[in-house]
DNA sequence: CTGTTAGCGCTTTCAA
DNA sequence: TTGAAAGCGCTAACAG
């Protein structure tokens, strides 16, 4: 502890006062270049380095922002903290991460350690806590959620999770197919929820018929994804297409798929939400939604540090598009699975565009 | 900021000294049960909450631990924050990360941001800051380091990243294979360059001539994996299996063998090195070394809390082990690539046993 | 057991 | 411009 170097000594060692070390340290004030060069030396010299703690006890300021995430490992929560990184790269803040891992026992610690850290700002990753809660916080400090919406909060990042089900279940029905399966979420996952509304509102606009039976809980896992293809496969329901809620449970219907001797895309398409890193290399290549998670962490960064420094945030568009790769192709007219001979009708491909989708900032 | 509520206002509230209050906060030195009450409802009431940074201040330690990791969105990495966040649990340590992203620029700043904010211990993952650089900071507060070696410092945690390669590839032997392809990673990270000798051992302890130009660079990446085997294929040279040195390589390969009519594992086998949690569910499901990075991020928070306190820290051993699922097989008597027909010596699979590795910590 | 009183390292009036 | 001094919120001797 020898090692601790002070305001104080590099003020001596220059032979100013406090303040005025401090006035350099922060380009605060005018300061006299001699003076200035004496002070630089005198940090050089004895390898000065500022104490965060106690600037941020005398400001008032911690300069970090806490961001309640759900899951560090997570392939998608891990994009986000990298554009939540990034995002903050430069400005003088810094994220503190704390993961609640989805529990509902576990918001409440979590939010004490950023709390009792006294960060300046909050990014709310999804989770379960409470709209109240969040609300009666928003009021103490800057408070940006991602994924889920806050009644009375402005400051909500999320993409058109409705719009990017919608998406991809058109692009499925553009391709012929009519019996379309749909590994669902969590319903407590607000995307999730949102995801499968689109599937709902392309079956409405078009003169298909829905299908409740084909709709079956995946979890947003891969082995969810593997167990509700199964279940389904072994249901015997027909099926020639499935839109997987998130990509992790799509990349599980494949393998459920394969293992069962379909082929992909010939037997049945696949389509996911997310397009994960790894997505395009899977085998077939997944077809998917995708969503930057890394550009959505930016633009949290961003909200907050406009928020933080009074500003208003321009939200920027956060584009949200179908990535059309191999595990989706034209519905078969040989059924798979029952001899019952179908009905096919091509639609034309091409009216299902991409949209871009607006960002919703409260 | 009329929000904040100090031990001063607690105090007085309950009408004892911030001494006391201090005491019943950090359950130090002995207080009669009445004060206690009247602190703790007076807390109650007030909704107080410690500043941390007040008391880091003053106690000179601020309670957090710093990690200098590489990528926050690998699957790899974002495995070991979970596994230290997990690690730090209860301990009222918290782990504050940054990440240089492999970039030599971005080390020193990295290190500033922690620096500067006090943290108590240092955990490295991997990563290019030089190994006296290092050694220096060792000094000053508790450091460890995961996945690599540094020469003169004590607390560096490592799994046997040679042996891995050497039971991956001893494994493919056994199954026959001869002509073993290796996907190698950046000869950069450590990690990469010992899992490639462990591959080298194999072949030497067996009678197999190793083929030098079977071996070729893949970056540890999808993209590399993909980009190496179509490289590999295009060049003619026959191989039978490949060895990639890691999860996201191996896919990348497996999607490039596929794509250009290699039945996995009938055609070639594959395996690979980290045991992804989405590695069990790509098609088909990977044969690798499992090394649990989560435990791996467990060990090294239990390291640092030792550390900390003083205590010698008992490494619990780590185990590495070969996965072995449907991406490897028994070679194939027909020959892929050329037309000489091949002289195949099965060998017995039994043979290939996973070994407990030991987890070295100087 | 409990209160008094110095700091921890830095910022920021307020005067000079 | 510059310096003196009063905190920021909390802890930790040191007396009682």
New binding site residues.
Partial sequence: MAE?V???MVAHEAR?????V??I??G?????A??RKQVMDAIEKLGYR??LL??S????QSMNVGVLTQDMASPFFGQMHQGIEQGFQGSGYHPIFVSEEWQDDKQHAALEVLLSRRVDALIVLGGYIEDDVLLELSGQLPLVTVGREVKGLEGSLSLDNEQGGYLATRHLLDLGHRQIACLAGPDTHYDAVDRMAGYLRAFQESDVPLQRDLVIDALFSEEGGVRATERLLKSGKHFTAVFACNDQSAIGAQLALQRHGKRIPQDVSVVGFDDLPSSAFVYPPLTTVRQSAKLLGQAAAAAVICKLEGKTFAPSRLELKLMVRESTGPVSHMPTHTSIPQQVEQQVAGSSRPRKVRLRMG
Avoid at 28 to 32: R, T
Avoid at 57 to 60: K, P
């Fill in positions: 601790t002070t305001v104080e100013v006062s406090t303040a005025t401090s006035r340290i922060n605060s004030g005018k300061v006299s001699r003076r500022p104490n106690a600037q006890l005398a400001r008032g």
